[in-house]
């Protein structure tokens, strides 16, 4: 059971390409959020799908696009990167309903813009 | 934007020692979490706590959710080098469109010293 896959876990990208980062849950969770994680600022949520089909905003969506091709994937995509979004990019996933809050987290994907 | 207030920031301790670790906020929320996260990995929950006053114990680590579920404590006793890591509390709102998501504190860097 592998939980939540992330990949690539390393990528640097100079300003202006563009990448997609995958995530895949294999939980048969209906909620999937992609979070940005930077020294002193916690985790900050990019976007978040409650179900298959739905997206919708989170604290910091600029720069960002999401995908949720389906229950299991949800795909995070930067369009032209900028130096700003250097980080670490968590996606999660969690069930639904009172007392399903707990989100599992994947290992992260470390992204270098220079 | 609601906020989650955590404190202190770093922690360094010598092993043996006890501490304690706060998580604050002007709102009101449905659950706390607590989750601990190892260089190079994503967050994992240690606990939930739903209930205004609720304590859970989970060996030497002691959660606490305030009264109004708008602060919530974490205290581990005779800190050991293995729960050295960053502590993050996260806070759930229950219901419309904040369904699910979770705002996380900045974080606790705890380093304890053998």
């Known amino acids: 059971n592998a939980g939540v896959t992330q990949t690539p876990k390393f990528q640097v990208l100079k300003t202006g390409q563009s990448m997609t980062l995958q995530c895949a849950q294999d939980?048969?969770?209906?909620?999937m959020y992609w979070y940005r994680q930077d020294p002193g600022m916690g985790l900050r949520l990019i976007y978040y799908?409650?179900?298959?089909?739905?997206?919708d905003k989170g604290e910091v969506p600029n720069g960002y696009n999401v995908s949720r091709l389906n229950k299991r994937e949800f795909s995070l995509r930067l369009e032209s990167a900028a130096p700003s979004q250097t980080s670490v990019y968590f996606c999660?996933?969690?069930?639904?309903?009172?007392?399903?809050?707990?989100?599992?987290f994947g290992p992260g994907t470390r992204l270098l813009v220079l | 934007t609601q906020l989650l207030e955590q404190s202190p920031q770093f922690l360094s301790i010598q092993e043996g020692e006890n501490l304690t670790v706060y998580c604050n906020s002007s709102?009101?929320?449905?659950?706390l979490q607590w989750y601990r996260q190892e260089p190079g990995e994503g967050p994992v929950l240690l606990v939930t706590?739903?209930?205004?006053?609720e304590v859970k114990k989970l060996k030497r680590l002691t959660f606490q959710f305030g009264d109004a579920r708008k602060d919530s404590s974490l205290h581990i006793t005779a800190a050991q080098t293995g729960d050295t890591g960053l502590y993050l509390c996260?806070?759930?709102?229950?219901?419309?469109?904040?369904?699910?998501?979770?705002?996380f504190g900045q974080g606790t860097i705890l380093t304890v010293h053998p």
């Open positions: 999660a996933s969690s069930g639904t309903g009172i007392g399903q809050e707990t989100q599992y």
């Open positions: 939980m048969n969770h209906n909620s």
């Open positions: 799908s409650a179900s298959e089909g739905t997206t």
């Open positions: 709102s009101v929320f449905s659950s």
């Open positions: 706590v739903v209930t205004g006053g």
């Open positions: 996260a806070g759930a709102r229950a219901g419309g469109t904040s369904y699910g998501k979770l705002t």
